[in-house]
Structure formats: C-alpha cells, structure tokens
C-alpha cells in the first residue's frame, strides 16, 4: 500500500453554543480536512483545527505546511513503514504541529486498515469504552450553572469548567456550580493561562477553604511560567495539570523533572500527532504521571484517532476530554468511533472506521 496523493478539503460544523475560555470565543467548527490516497484505493482520513492562539497554527499555515513541505516527502512511500514516514512528517518543517497532526493521524489510519484491525488493537489492544467530561464555557454564572445541571441531566459525571478572566468572579463561578451538582459530577476547573502564579494559589485557597472539592486545576498561569507552574503546584491541594506548558516528549521530561505539574494533558494537535502522543504517554507511564486525553475544537475525525489512543494507552491516560464532537450541531462522520453524549465506543471497523464524510468543501487558495 503506496502513498499517491494527499487532498486538503474544509469541514465546517455550527456549536450547539458559542465555546468561550479565556483565550478565545469560537462558534463553528473550521477544520481542514487531510485525505491520504493510496494505489490500494484506501483513504486516510486527518483533520486539523486552526488554533492560532495555542499552537500558531492557521488554516493558511496548515495547508501551506502540508502542501510544500510534507507531501512531496510522502508521495510513493510504503504505508508499512509507519516509523520511517512519521519521522519524514516530522523533519519536514519545524513546529507547525497542528499540520503533521492531521497528515499522521491519516497515515496512522492506513497503518491499521492494511492490517484490516481498528487502530486502539494495532496499538496494544484495551477496553473500547471510554467516558468523557464537557466544557462549561466561561460565562454569567446563571448560565454557567444551568450549563452544568443540564449536562449532568444528560449523564456527564465530570463538568470542565472555564474560567480564568476575572478571578473574583471565577471563584464565585466556581461556588456556585459546586452547590448546583455537589456529589453528582467531578469538577475540573480549566484557567486556560489566564491567572497570574499568585492569582492561582489565591483562588484555590479560597475554593478549597469553603469546601470545593476540584478534581485539578488546568493551566492556571502562562505557557512558558513553569516556574509559576511550580509555584502553583507546590502550594495547593488540588492536583495541577500542564496543558499548554507542554506539546512535545522533551517538554514532559522537563517538566516531570522539575515537579512543575501533577497530571499531563496531551492533545495531538499540540504532540504534531500519534507517535509523540504514544512517547509522551510512555514516558509518564514509567514516572507514574497521569495523563488526561483533550482536544481543540474539532470533528469526529481527529477525536477518533484521540480515542482509539486513550484506549490502548489506559494505564497511562486516566482521564478524558473528548467532546468536541459533542459540541457540535451534528457529526459530519460516518462510521468508525461512537459519540453518545459522556460515552465515547469504538466499532471493529479497520483503522478509525470511518465511511464518509458530509459536507467536505474544497479548500479555499
């Protein structure tokens, strides 16, 4: 099975409501779609997200990336050298993770569809069941609380809730939600970079004083403070969790090296896809670091590849947070993994499984 082609396709899906963090307001799902073809008649399917104020990456800079710099090293190579290709994905340019995501996550599909098996068996086989949480975007802490009860009615157990653009009324957010679901779901409160180190302990302090249990605190300060990190993480009960502080292997050593972070959140947009996602998950394996399993904004078909990861990896990714697809006003996939609500279930199709996709536009130049 040879490479012959890579097509670049947009997939736009409308949220049930707008995503709101600290960083960014989104409404609709804008991804680029990768299609790998092979002289089998097999596709590969990939998908990136631009997300301009977390990896840099745009839709320009994706299909530019994609386009010059990894294709061509693609064109005619054995789809059974898995290894050698992800590294040629990988030297093809630097960072530009988002870009090498979505073209692995195509070949990683091909890999187990020459083998005719789903892709969580060609990497170690698990239990094909998984839960996710939900976002509870940052808003009126009315909304933000009825957000919470409904996703509970609909059997979410864990609540991620954005915060992190005014702390006073971040705590009092926080308050009131706990109160709302009390017993019934996990809380994991997300800052996305928004609190200073001092801002954060502040918070906890105050949230764990009035008796708010939090399962971690995600991000509290800015990607490159891992001494602020540290700070944190050294001076709360809560657990703390590194996401954008770390994208690649060398950055998880560093950082478990430095006791800067409690938990890992690896995100393939973030990792350039599943080889650096599977190192990543080893190496906090071996130091018993947990891990969580997240996404950007994106579609079924990239969250597919997330989940058939946690899967396999199970030892190491202990937690979940994979609703993109949920999000969305409909899933433009057919075939392949199963979104229902909290439980994410993965059909014995070869590779993701997917059939087709709806509404693929040609890629605007």
Not at 57 to 65: L, M, P, R, W, Y
Not at 177 to 195: K, T, Y
Not at 269 to 297: E, F
Not at 343 to 353: D, H, K, V, W, Y
Request: aromatic fraction near 4%.
């Amino acid at each position: 099975m040879k490479i012959t082609d890579i097509e670049l396709r947009m997939l736009r899906v409308p949220l049930k409501t707008p995503f709101k963090t600290a960083l960014r307001t989104v409404d609709t799902v804008e991804d680029i779609v990768v299609l790998v073809r092979t002289d089998t008649g097999h596709t590969g399917h990939g998908e990136a997200p631009a997300t301009a104020v977390i990896t840099g990456d745009t839709h320009g800079s994706i299909a530019e990336a994609i386009e010059r710099f990894i294709k061509p090293r693609l064109i005619g190579q054995e789809i059974a050298n898995l290894n050698r290709i992800c590294g040629l994905i990988q030297g093809a340019l630097e960072r530009n993770t988002s870009a090498k995501a979505a073209v692995e996550i195509a070949v990683y599909d091909l890999w187990a569809q020459l083998y005719d098996a789903p892709l969580y068996k060609m990497l170690g086989g698990g239990d094909p069941v998984i839960t996710t949480d939900i976002t509870i975007s940052v808003d009126h802490i009315d909304k933000m609380v009825a957000d919470s009860i409904s996703a509970v009615e609909r059997g979410f157990d864990s609540l991620k809730i954005k915060v992190g653009k005014d702390i006073g009324l971040d705590i009092e957010r926080v308050k009131a939600i706990h109160a709302a679901v009390e017993g019934r779901a996990l809380l994991r409160l997300d800052a996305n970079q928004g609190w200073t180190p001092k801002q954060a302990v502040y918070a906890m302090h105050a949230l764990e004083d009035a008796g708010v249990l939090l399962e971690l605190l995600e991000q509290p300060v800015k990607a490159a403070d891992i001494e602020g990190l540290k700070y944190v993480t050294e001076r709360v009960h809560t657990p703390v969790m590194a996401d954008e502080s770390v994208f690649g292997p060398d950055q998880v050593f560093d950082l478990i090296q430095r006791r800067a972070a409690d938990i890992i959140n690896i995100k393939l947009m973030k990792t350039g896809g599943l080889s650096n996602a599977i190192r990543i998950a080893d190496i906090a394996s071996i130091y018993g670091v947990q891990c969580m399993i997240g996404c950007m904004i994106e579609s079924a078909i990239s969250v597919a590849a997330a989940v058939h990861l946690a899967v396999a990896k199970a030892d190491a990714i202990s937690k979940v947070d994979l609703d993109g697809p949920s999000l969305g006003q409909f899933n433009p996939v057919e075939g392949g993994v199963i979104f229902n609500e909290s439980e994410i279930s993965i059909t014995e199709a070869p590779g993701l499984g997917i059939r087709q996709i709806r509404g693929l536009e040609p890629l605007a130049r």
